[in-house]
């Protein structure tokens, strides 16, 4: 069932165009990141969602009803704040409870409600101390029960993890997965982490310059990215330079330094023509072949340029004839491996179908 | 090092040696205001408590002082919230206006004040005038105060009461009044002290019914009432030190619920 839809959603910020043409289902019960660079327009779209902002043009319609107008008081939405904004004078239970104010229920249903709230987010038994007191990773949670004790429709998340270490950060990502899972609320988030939005995402909208860039699944968006601008805001890519000699449901392909190559139609998410097209290549789908190794896939050789260890993966930039900039790729380093040196003559082993045409 | 410290000793001096004459001569047993002190009496401090003039003008000053100070406190509460809001057209220039009774000389203001409420407006001349002039020149320093206040709050705390349910009002209510409390009672308590013992408008503005300060510079004329103004004096002194050490205390403590740190006070 479709509980958000934004249509043709525009917002000007003087001469900024904050928001261009925003076209936007979220189902319910969905994980729905907005991801991007500062400044793309993601924290915006949030709060016009929210009803901080206005929309300048277009529509926005929560469980159907259209929120013109509509104040972020009287709307089903609640919202994570990126610094929580934990008030400062009132107490853990006081905080959670606030939304309560006005709800018909008695103390004792109130009380009751907050307990479970804070049981919920794990603080249980919290409820006496002083927000002040609390650490980055406990506001957090306050907030999370804050905004869920009111059963919202919708929450709305804006970059709630980033003011976290990693340690705190990576285990709230998991608990808050569990939590959604758990409540069945819809989720939107704000990041602009996007290991972040692909771990915990049913779907992400990755947004430039105020608009959507592509919106998809993590999977598909991680092997099947549309534009260069996508594949190099997630994850490490290679790109290359190619050119398409023919098109059909198989796409012959001249590509910089690999040579000739058929690729299927899925692999040009973003459509193809005849002529230059950009390639993109994952550094995990190359492997190096260490001496004594042999494989049925396409090889080419190269020198070992640069090594990065990391501990579980060794990078590599490579060194390829034809190609101008080197070859990134990893290797997981497993018992027996080695880790090859600086200026070792090797080859790399690659597919034709871990290649995507990139569109414009 | 050493040249520093004396000059730094004697500056001190400079500034406050004479107000510890005050409470000296108000105690001492002698119509004359001269050394050696005669001998210990608190018979100053009766005396103003026979002064029916005196106290009409104590009682006038009181009601200008209190006025003032929520007058000035209320506007000032407007002004620092329209200021740490997003910006608008003219701000700063509306700021800098409202700000500039600080530096404005008061003998400027008093003329020009008595010449519009005289001569433009025909008027006469009351407490109310004076409560009007008063609030103009406390404002600054309202603002001043409760612009610190507001300025260190997170607008996220506001938005998130509205997220959660309430009103504007009722989320300024609820969660930006209890936060800026303690810079608004430290700016009563600093515009009341300024009032209380102004003395050039009132000295233009005050009709037959003189505040206080108006009162004992009269009084000034009658060489043998001048302990009796010693008196008054000190009584004015150690007023404003409580005054101000509350307001500055209440400062802080406001600084430290908004769990912020302290970068330099107004006092």
């Not at chain 1, 004790?149 to 709630?160: A, F, Q, S, T």
């Not at chain 1, 890519?237 to 050119?243: A, I, P, Q, S, V």
Request: hydrophobic share 50%; aromatic share 8%; with cysteine.
């Amino acid at each position: 069932m479709t509980l958000i839809q934004l249509t043709g959603v525009n917002k000007h910020f003087g001469d900024y165009h904050a928001l261009r043409d925003i076209d936007l289902e979220i189902q319910q019960g969905e994980f729905f990141s907005l991801l991007g660079p500062s400044g793309c327009g993601k924290t915006t779209l949030l709060r016009t969602i929210a009803g901080f902002e206005d929309v300048g043009t277009g529509a926005i319609r929560i469980d159907g009803r259209d929120m013109k107008g509509v104040g972020p008081n009287l709307r089903p939405t609640n919202m994570v704040f990126q610094s929580y904004a934990i008030f400062p004078h009132l107490s853990v239970a006081e905080n959670v409870g606030f939304g309560l104010r006005r709800a018909d229920m008695t103390r004792e249903e109130k009380t009751r409600a907050v307990g479970q709230a804070l049981e919920m987010v794990g603080l249980g038994g919290y409820g006496a101390r002083a927000a002040n007191a609390l650490s980055g990773g406990q506001r957090q949670r306050v907030a999370l029960a804050r905004a869920l004790i009111l059963e919202p429709k919708v929450l709305l998340l804006d970059e709630p993890l980033s003011a976290l270490d990693k340690k705190i950060r990576e285990q709230m990502q998991v608990e808050l997965i569990k939590l959604q899972r758990e409540v069945g609320i819809t989720f939107i988030l704000v990041t602009h982490d996007q290991e972040e939005a692909l771990v915990m995402s049913d779907r992400i909208a990755v947004m430039f310059d105020g608009g959507i860039g592509q919106m998809d699944d993590p999977e598909t968006l991680y092997r099947r990215p549309k534009s260069k601008r996508v594949a190099e805001f997630i994850g490490m890519m290679n790109f290359l330079d190619g050119e398409v000699t023919q098109t059909g449901a198989r796409i012959e392909v001249k590509v910089q330094g690999l040579g000739r190559c058929t690729v299927e139609s899925e692999q040009a998410p973003g459509g193809v023509a005849p002529g230059p097209v950009g390639i993109g290549i994952r550094p995990e789908t190359l492997s190096l072949l260490f001496e004594g190794e042999t494989t049925t896939r396409k090889q080419v050789d190269a020198v070992v340029d640069e090594v990065v260890y990391y501990g579980d993966m060794t990078y590599y930039d490579m060194r390829v004839a034809g190609i101008d900039k080197p070859l990134t790729l990893s290797m997981k380093n497993l018992i027996g491996r080695p880790v090859l040196d600086v200026g070792t003559e090797t080859r790399v082993a690659w597919d034709e179908r871990s290649l995507v045409l990139l569109g414009r | 090092m050493k040249g520093l410290k004396v000059y730094a000793i004697a500056y001190l001096l400079f500034l406050y040696a004479p107000i510890f004459l005050l409470p000296m001569f108000a105690f001492n047993d002698a119509d004359i205001i001269a050394f050696p002190l005669s001998g210990f009496t608190t018979h100053w401090f009766e005396e103003l408590t026979r002064n029916a003039a005196l106290q009409a003008a104590v009682r006038n000053s009181l009601i200008i002082a209190a006025s003032t100070a929520v007058l000035s406190t209320i506007l000032g509460i407007c002004a620092a919230r329209a200021a740490t809001m997003a910006d608008w057209p003219l701000k700063r220039p509306m700021m800098g206006l409202i700000m500039l009774p600080l530096v404005l000389p008061e003998i400027i203001v008093a003329v020009s004040l008595l010449v519009v409420i005289v001569q433009v407006f025909g008027l006469g001349l009351s407490n109310t005038t004076i409560i009007a002039a008063h609030t103009l020149i406390c404002m600054p320093f309202s603002i001043a105060v409760l612009n610190g206040a507001f300025q260190n709050l997170d607008p996220a705390l506001e938005e998130a009461a509205l997220d959660l349910g309430e009103s504007r009002w009722s989320a300024f209510r609820l969660v930006i009044l209890p936060l800026v409390m303690p810079g608004i009672i430290s700016s009563l308590l600093i515009s009341f002290t300024i009032s209380l013992d102004e003395f050039i408008i009132a000295f233009f503005l005050s009709g037959a019914n003189p505040t206080m300060p108006v009162y004992i510079w009269g009084l000034l004329r009658f060489p043998g009432q001048l302990p009796v103004v010693m008196a008054m004096g000190t009584i004015l002194v150690a007023l404003s030190i409580v005054l101000l050490t509350i307001a500055e205390i209440m400062r802080r403590r406001g600084l430290k619920r908004a769990g912020l740190k302290d970068t330099g006070g107004f006092l």
